[in-house]
């Protein structure tokens, strides 16, 4: 197959996660001669499949097959890859199927490597995310087969292909309150304690507000509110308590101790409960590695960029990869129309993508 007639391929097979859509066995035949280990759990789809040419560094493409569901009002099927206007249309072609297609195509195309080239895939990324790369890197851990370095193929460029590439990634940190109170009656609020009225004395000091400030890489982390409830919907009982959410996508210099401390120094002497989790940690990759340095150079080759590092965004299955001392970036198309109706990219995205993977390994030394 060519570059364009593979991702063409990849974007009619259907795959809602956690459903591979059997595209993890077409790509351990597609790459023959390659060794292949299966790694399912349950109903997600794993696949770690390498081909050992030296001694060298092991060189390792990441990625997912899965996709979010289509949603309605599409302008032609999105699952079959349509061209029109400039545009290959279809669920995935941004998230991550180009990405797949390119390094798969890639990968299946070296002729000479110093060392180890691989693929890690899985089918649950856009789900709960426990049962796939997650459990892929429990096996390579425990079988001393961890990677050098990693490239994720999610889509990464923001106003032309080349422009950007993720060298970290912020973390999530969730906030749970529980603001207690005293119910009572609305006409005697001398004898009640009123949460909404309590948390409202506190709220404009506390919401949107930057709790550090960020530095080249990151952008400051901030306290943002997300739900608030309480009352019994009637106009004459002030409620027992108050919940509220948040999430922190938090940069290095902000932890769940620094989020702890700000919300106690803001509630002072209120009664409440704080649960805080965490989904993902931030990390950052040194710019100076090979890895970055690599992959600027084959950008800059093949598309005349210089391209920019960014950490911008939510997160990806990187954040599994980072934390067990792997050199980790993502490179991708542009991102503008992922997860939406009528998503899209172009033809000529899929195949510079493709070129720079390509480009890549060949100067990996």
């Not at 108050?242 to 922190?248: D, H, I, R």
């Not at 700000?262 to 805080?276: A, I, S, W």
């Not at 710019?287 to 005349?304: C, F, H, N, Y």
């Amino acid at each position: 197959m060519e570059i364009i007639e593979l991702f063409k391929y990849l974007v009619n097979s259907k795959s809602e996660t956690p459903d591979d859509g059997g595209l993890l066995d077409f790509i351990e035949e597609y790459l023959e001669g390659f060794e292949a280990i299966r790694i399912d759990k349950e109903d997600v789809k794993n696949l770690f499949i390498y081909k050992k040419f030296g001694e060298g560094e092991h060189l390792c493409f990441a990625g997912h097959v899965d996709v979010v569901p289509a949603g309605k009002n599409w302008e032609s099927s999105p699952y079959e890859a349509t061209e029109r206007d400039g545009y290959i249309y279809g669920r995935g072609t941004q998230d991550m199927k180009s990405g797949v297609a390119a390094f798969t195509q890639a990968v299946k195309e070296a002729e000479n490597f110093s060392g180890t080239l691989s693929l890690m895939l899985t089918s649950d990324e856009e789900g709960d995310a426990i049962n796939g790369t997650v459990k892929i890197l429990e096996f390579l851990q425990n079988n001393d087969m961890l990677p050098d370095a990693c490239i994720v193929a999610e889509p990464t460029c923001e106003e032309q292909f080349g422009d950007a590439i993720k060298v970290g990634r912020r973390g999530s940190i969730n906030g749970y309150i529980t603001l207690k109170g005293k119910q009572g009656h609305a006409a005697y609020p001398e004898k009640a304690i009123n949460p909404i009225h309590n948390i409202s004395q506190v709220l404009g000091s506390m919401a949107g507000v930057d709790l550090d400030n960020g530095d080249e890489f990151f952008a400051p982390s901030k306290f943002v509110v997300t739900d608030i409830r309480s009352g019994m919907q009637v106009t004459n009982v002030t409620p027992n308590d108050l919940e509220m959410m948040f999430n922190v996508r938090n940069n290095t210099k902000t932890t769940q101790k620094e989020i702890r401390l700000f919300v106690k120094k803001h509630f002072k002497e209120l009664d409440y409960d704080l649960r805080l989790t965490q989904g993902s940690y931030p990390f950052k990759t040194d710019t100076d590695t090979k890895l970055v340095q690599r992959i600027d150079a084959s950008i800059k080759r093949v598309t005349g960029i210089q391209t920019k590092h960014s950490t911008a965004g939510g997160t990806s299955d990187a954040r599994f990869i980072a934390p067990l001392g792997v050199a980790v970036i993502e490179f991708g198309v542009k991102n503008d129309t992922i997860h939406s109706v009528n998503e899209r990219t172009t033809r000529a995205e899929v195949e510079g993508l493709y070129q720079v993977f390509k480009d890549f390994i060949g100067s990996w030394e």
